[in-house]
């Protein structure tokens, strides 16, 4: 049966999804309505729906059940970020995929060093370059800017010397925040520490060291294969990560109103051991039935240290990436 284009009428005997889904992302932002418009899948006798970008999902991402109508309900432990459409990104990607995102936030999180690192961007001269691999590192440095008056002398000088500099990134959330202080990130598509080592190392040449603002329980991954090459790396921990006060209530709630998730995801290693007994008390002897994520390779290493089983690693620490992972983990074979 040939595919009509999106202008036709759907072949006959196809099946119509509604005109608009709701997506009830909970959290921080509130709940979002997505509208989707109907049109035909690839899949025999099934209609799909369209992205506002074109792509074509076809009905067992749109929906990944049996009747291609209900929501599966996913919880991603993470606090809730609102993007320049006022969405957290998590969310909307994920309500594409058919998937009903809850967020709950799991870690608090406290800065330290603040002057030390603020005298330290005051001396670009010093450094070969920043690495930042996580939003909190970021966030330490514009806190510096703006609590120790140096917003002004940023602007009109130490932004253009540092950007003389490779600022190497983890990640697009990361790179965005770079963005927003005036630097201009690269490596960001390495997608974890390990890969921006790689990268790093095949074009570092600099006798200077690295400064890298980083949190108490940074990995030794990337310090150690730059050590492996000789190539000077200067840390500094700028904020570590305490459990969110409100992680046992938040969960519970959830339960209680949700009933239990098709799947967890988890966000970073601390997150996870802050999260976990309270997860495994409210699933019960039903744990087995839900499908665990890591947002990244070390959480997932992490999970399985837990003697848990990881139905999907994303291929990016990304909303895009986390969805499709997480759209093909909960699919059933015959959808």
């Known amino acids: 049966m040939p595919a ?13 999804l509604a005109l608009s889904q709701r997506v009830q992302g909970r959290g921080l932002v509130g709940q979002q309505l997505i509208t989707f418009l109907p049109r035909y899948c690839p899949t025999p006798g099934a209609w799909g729906v369209w992205r506002s970008n074109g792509d074509l999902l ?3 991402a749109a929906a990944p059940c049996k009747d291609c109508q209900a929501m599966m309900k996913v919880l991603l432990l993470k606090d809730a970020k609102e993007d320049d459409g006022g969405q957290d990104p998590y969310i909307r990607e994920l309500g594409f995929c058919g998937l009903e995102a809850t967020l709950i ?8 060093a603040l ?20 939003p909190r590192a970021v ?8 609590r120790h008056g140096q917003t002004q002398v940023w602007t009109e000088s130490l932004k253009e010397s540092w950007n003389a500099k490779a600022v190497y990134v983890v990640g697009n959330a990361t790179a965005s925040l770079v963005n927003k202080i005036g ?4 490596g960001e598509g390495c997608g974890n520490a390990e890969k921006l080592a790689e990268y790093i190392c095949s074009r570092e ?15 030794e991954t990337l310090p150690k294969m730059l050590k492996d090459k000789g190539i000077p790396l200067e840390s500094l921990t700028v904020y570590q990560k305490t459990p969110h006060p409100g992680i046992q209530m938040n969960l519970t709630s959830y339960y209680s109103e949700q009933g239990m998730p098709a799947s967890v995801t ?6 996870l051991a802050y999260s976990l007994k309270h997860i495994q008390e409210l699933s019960g002897n039903y744990i087995d039935q839900i499908k665990f994520a890591a947002i990244g390779p070390t959480t997932a290493r992490a999970l399985a240290a837990q003697g848990l089983p990881v139905s999907c690693t994303a291929e990016s620490p990304t909303p895009r990436a986390l969805a499709e992972g997480l759209r093909r983990a909960l699919q059933p074979p015959h959808c």
């Open 4 to 16: 009509p284009n999106r202008l036709t009428e759907p072949p006959e005997g196809a099946r119509p």
């Open 58 to 60: 076809p009905c067992s």
């Open 105 to 112: 936030p799991v870690l608090s999180f406290e800065f330290l």
């Open 115 to 134: 002057p030390s690192l603020s005298e330290k961007l005051s001396h670009p001269e010093r450094y070969g370059g920043l690495i930042f691999t996580s």
């Open 139 to 146: 966030e330490a440095a514009e806190l510096c800017l703006q």
């Open 183 to 186: 630097l201009a990130p690269e």
């Open 205 to 219: 040449s600099s006798a200077l060291p690295l400064l890298f603002p980083c949190g108490a329980l940074k990995g």
């Open 266 to 271: 988890f966000f970073s290693p601390s997150g």
